[in-house]
């Protein structure tokens, strides 16, 4: 089958592999069948494997749904009654976070940083000790919006000493930057399907730690759909998702785990590094700048400001780009005007180098000077 091959430089979904569309193209099964649940099971297990859990301490609880659905989950489902979240906000999707706990009325402290900036620790630690009934500390890991990747070592030591869980949103890191539950300090992570595996948008996953999602049974119940104790138990019993998983997707999942055991995770690593830096060079020979300090990057997203040009235009350049096979985003910054090129996907080096001839001949039809101007402040 001749298949178009896109370049998507956008945060998720992320660019796949042949063979990860084809692997939808199975046989259909009824998803009860005893043969779909010990390929589930397999799933669970690489789930944790990837992040280095044991998989006696932690497992994995599999959803329909976008990395959202996730965030849901874990935050709805692991509050104990009279206690509440410590939000560490610095970002989009820790915001996201927030607006959850809003939806389901859960009380919580949104502990706000600048989009920009590293979180404080010491006010991390400070408001940890000043509020004895946080249940859990809940962060984001890289923050997609401006590419920061958080400290989440440093913070899960924190929520530890002050007897609290901890909960990062690794959806944009999973897979792709190496984690280690235990020496990163975590108790929960999350993922979606379509980024760092690269496999199918519809399915995410939590990862965490079995004994506190068996406590959750006792904690109020939030939702029916999105309540993590229930599907864990489902799983546990019936080796299935309680209600009907994507079928076709989940092949392409584990077709999407079997490549990425075979590329290795410090291979995986290496060719996500190799093209954040091919996108810096692009963009530096061009002149554009960056939101976000380069050694406060998290590798996976680069941020760049718009330049001070009457002919630059956003929508021109995303079609320009689309038009010959490669997708860029827009920015998530607040009110500033800025896109993003980001290094997720089955792509390497040589692909953003082609991406960046197609952008200097964007940037000529269009009359952008070369290389960009910014004003002054």
């Not at 259909?28 to 669970?44: N, S, V, W």
């Not at 690593?269 to 406060?296: Q, S």
Request: charge should be negative; charged fraction near 25%; glycine fraction near 6%.
């Amino acid at each position: 089958m001749d298949i178009e091959r896109k370049i998507l430089l956008n945060p998720g979904p992320a660019t796949t592999t042949d063979s990860v569309k084809l692997a939808q193209i199975v046989p259909d099964i009824c998803p009860r069948e005893k043969d779909f649940a010990d390929l589930m099971q397999g799933i669970r297990e690489d789930l944790v494997k990837i992040v280095h859990g044991d998989l006696e301490k932690y497992t994995s609880v599999l959803f329909c749904g976008s990395g959202t659905i996730a965030m849901d989950v874990c935050l709805n489902s692991l509050l104990p009654a009279d206690k509440k979240i410590l939000i560490i906000n610095n970002g989009a999707y820790s915001s996201r976070a927030v607006e959850i706990c809003n939806y389901y009325n859960l009380p919580y402290i949104n502990l706000e940083f600048e989009i920009d900036a590293l979180p404080d620790l010491n006010k991390i630690e400070k408001t940890l000790s000043e509020n004895k009934d946080i249940a859990f500390v809940y962060t984001t890991h890289n923050e997609t919006g401006s590419g920061i990747l958080n400290p989440i070592r440093k913070i899960g030591e924190l929520a530890h000493k002050y007897h609290t869980f901890f909960v990062v949103d690794t959806t944009s890191t999973y897979a792709m930057r190496p984690i280690n539950m235990e020496e990163d300090n975590i108790d929960f992570c999350m993922a979606s399907a379509q980024k760092g595996l690269m496999a199918m948008t519809g399915i995410s996953y939590v990862i965490g730690n079995r004994s506190i999602i068996e406590q959750s049974k006792e904690f109020p119940k939030r939702s029916y759909y999105c309540n993590l104790y229930m599907q864990y138990e489902y799983f546990e019993k019936h080796g299935e998702m309680h209600f009907t998983p994507p079928v076709q997707t989940v092949y392409a999942l584990k077709q999407a785990l079997s490549e990425y055991f075979k590329e290795g995770e410090k291979e995986k690593w290496n060719r996500h590094t190799r093209v954040f830096e091919a996108i810096h060079k692009g963009l530096e020979e061009l002149g554009f700048k960056d939101i976000i300090k380069r050694e406060w990057q998290a590798g996976l997203v680069v941020t760049v400001k718009y330049p001070d040009d009457s002919n630059w235009d956003f929508n021109a350049v995303h079609d320009y780009c689309y038009e010959h096979g490669f997708t860029i985003y827009p920015g998530k910054i607040g009110n500033q005007h800025t896109f993003r090129l980001c290094a997720l996907g089955a792509i390497d080096a040589d692909d953003i180098e082609k991406f960046f001839q197609v952008m200097r001949e964007c940037l000529c039809k269009l009359h952008v000077k070369i290389p960009v101007n910014y004003n002054e402040v």
